[in-house]
């Protein structure tokens, strides 16, 4: 019973395919319209190259762009067949995305690292996506006017500008290339459903979520475009409301069904990018931040997004994370605000899909970046609203067009406060385009627009430190542990800064918080190695071997400190288990001095021939011996 229904449900879309346009033939005849289309299509690509094209003139940012570029000699290989494997079997940067990196390598073989060719691919692709959303929208709806507005709109809107003038963004520009060639190729399904139109879609979504899996609601949005603006899903009216509505539901059942293989790709896209996540270490657990923490979270940054939809001012590439509850009058008002949209669209849905489809679209697309599942440290980020504006786009575009319609106002009147709408954005994201110039500029912008922003303040303090700005740097790291006292890459930093100075008690204070404060094993490890180092300096060898064994419980396997144990266990007469370490070490890491300190212990232990070994093994691997000596007898002195 249940697959007759879905099979009259399946036919009764067919029936419900898209309806032919109203106000827009498409007829091959129509060469008039063709023309104008293709002139409006280079229109998008002129707004995008106007307002992007200082983008010719920004560097790479150290923030992603020398992990995803600069730094990542897989990509700085080219495009070898090496490179893809590498590509499709990596989970770096805590993400599967083959498409990407790929997409990246050709970069290195067309332009080197010259950023200039990734800047222009980056534009070519938001000018590219602009024209499909236009495309689309006219292809689906008919209207042409309204459908350029909004593609203009997305073209010039600021918020997007972080996805295109952001090398290391590539992903989302390419992403969102693949997902609105996914849409082209369902209206063109929607029209005359069949297999092979079906596997285009299919193919193309895959596509997308190799390029970056934020695309996973993909088959849901499809769901609301066979509301609006296809019409395949026909809702019982007053007469014969009761036969209509269960015609209504087996059509719902039957296009629900219809989008299991894309849910399908949506569910392994999901596993495989926690997978990628957990093992890249870029989910943060509920104790760093807890549910109550990511709810509220997640309401205001709705809100938030919207602010930025009609005022994009302040705009930065890291908004911090509250580790804090919201004010409860600050959580209501949002969730208020959220809930009455909600009910208005709903209310108006039969009258004016657009406004439920526009506004769902927009709630929906962002709910895998909301931060339920919190990676990273951000508590938004302008990236995200790249696809999910284009739903507000919809709303807003379609209502005041509509409005004006009912009061008769003609389009001429609403030419003028559009142009002048996309004028503005276009100017504000020009500037926006400034503030990705290079790094500092990057950095000192984002901390002046921003508060307890941590994150921006120890990235600034690792840029200074590699120009040699060491002073400037340490600011910034004390400003980091102003907000956040356990950081432990700040302690770190600044201990190893400190001990540099001679402040070895200051030096100390700060290992200690990181060794017995971080959660991280790795991290723990490495605080009590340089706790060891700090109290030998200081004298104190106990204190120091205590700290060198704790580290090797917690991170076995570090050549460095077996060495540095062996040292005081040879200073304090067991010359066996100095003996022990040594050998260990050299057996996973051999080195001139290691040896030399090797063949001591065996020679005070009386064993002569195995100590000329070791002194032979030393020679060999040595490309200075005289100096490896002196730092051997340097270290068992105590120095």
Same mark, same amino acid.
């Given at each position: ?242 036969? @209509?509505?269960? @015609? ?268 017995? @404060? ?104 040595? @490309? ?16």
């Amino acid at each position: 019973m249940a697959a007759s229904s879905s099979a009259k449900a399946g036919k009764r879309a067919k029936k419900t395919a898209v309806p032919p346009a109203a106000n827009l033939s498409l007829s091959p005849d129509s060469r008039s319209i063709h023309r104008q289309t293709l002139l409006l299509c280079f229109v998008l690509v002129a707004i995008v190259c106007a307002f992007y094209y200082p983008v010719i003139h920004n560097g790479f940012i150290r923030y992603d762009d020398d992990k995803y570029i600069t730094d990542n000699s897989h990509l700085k290989a080219g495009l070898t067949w090496a490179t893809v494997e590498w590509a499709f079997t990596t989970y770096e940067e805590a993400n599967w995305h083959p498409l990407t990196w790929l997409s990246h390598a050709l970069d290195c073989d067309l332009f080197g690292l010259n950023p200039v060719g990734p800047h222009c691919v980056n534009v070519l692709l938001h000018s590219a996506n602009a024209v499909l959303l236009f495309l689309l929208l006219q292809y689906a709806t008919g209207f042409r006017w309204r459908s350029l507005m909004v593609a203009a709109l997305f073209a010039a809107h600021p918020v997007n500008v972080e996805s295109v003038a952001w090398a290391a963004e590539r992903k989302n520009v390419l992403s969102t290339l693949f997902f609105l060639l996914a849409f082209h190729a369902y209206v063109w399904y929607a029209r005359q459903p069949g297999l092979r139109r079906y596997a285009a879609v299919a193919g193309l979504y895959a596509l997308a979520l190799m390029a970056k899996p934020q695309v996973i609601t993909f088959p849901f949005l499809l769901l609301l475009w066979d509301y609006w603006p296809l019409g395949r899903i026909a809702f019982p009216d007053k007469v014969g409301s009761a036969a @209509r509505g269960e @015609r209504a539901f087996e059509s719902i059942r039957g296009l629900a069904l219809e989008k299991v293989p894309l849910l399908l790709l949506s569910a392994a896209s999901a596993v495989v990018t926690m997978q990628a996540q957990q093992a890249g270490g870029a989910v943060r657990t509920l104790t760093r931040y807890g549910l109550p923490v990511r709810l509220e979270t997640a309401v205001i940054s709705y809100v938030r997004y919207l602010g930025e939809a009609f005022w994009p001012a302040k705009l930065v590439a890291m908004y911090p994370h509250s580790s804090q509850l919201y004010p409860a009058w600050q959580v209501g008002a949002a969730a208020l605000e959220l809930l009455l949209i909600s009910a208005a669209v709903v209310l108006r849905a039969r009258q004016q899909r657009y406004l439920a489809v526009g506004w769902f679209w927009f709630l929906g697309t962002l709910v895998p970046m909301i931060g339920l599942v919190q990676v990273g440290e951000q508590s938004m980020a302008d990236r995200y609203a790249y696809i999910s504006f284009i739903g507000l786009f919809v709303m807003i575009v379609w209502l005041i067009a509509d409005l004006a319609s009912a009061h008769r106002i003609s389009k001429r009147w609403l030419a003028v406060p559009a142009v002048v709408c996309i004028l503005l954005l276009g100017i504000l994201a020009n500037r926006q385009v400034h503030y990705w110039h290079d790094t500092e500029s990057f950095w000192i912008r984002t901390i002046a627009l921003t508060k307890n922003n941590y994150v921006a303040h120890g990235e600034f303090a690792a840029m200074l430190h590699e120009q040699g700005r060491t002073e400037e740097a340490m600011e910034q790291i004390r400003a980091v542990l102003a907000i956040h006292p356990d950081d432990a890459p700040a302690n770190l930093v600044l201990a190893e800064y400190e001990r540099s100075q001679g402040n070895l008690a200051t030096a100390i204070e700060r290992y200690q918080i990181v060794a017995l @404060r971080s959660a991280n094993a790795g991290t723990r490890a490495r605080a009590f190695t340089s706790l060891g180092y700090a109290y030998r300096q200081m004298g104190e060898s106990t204190k120091a071997r205590q700290a060198f064994e704790t580290s090797l419980q917690l991170s076995p396997g570090q050549p460095a400190v077996m060495v540095a144990l062996g040292v005081i266990k040879e200073r304090e007469g067991d010359l066996s288990a100095a003996v022990q370490q040594y050998s260990h070490a050299m057996a996973l890491q051999p080195t001139d001095v290691g040896y030399l300190l090797l063949a001591h212990a065996l020679q005070e232990e009386g064993h002569a021939d195995d100590a000329n070994a070791a002194l032979d093994r030393a020679a060999r691997l040595s @490309r200075n011996l005289p100096q490896a000596q002196l730092q051997a007898e340097s270290l068992l002195a105590g120095k």
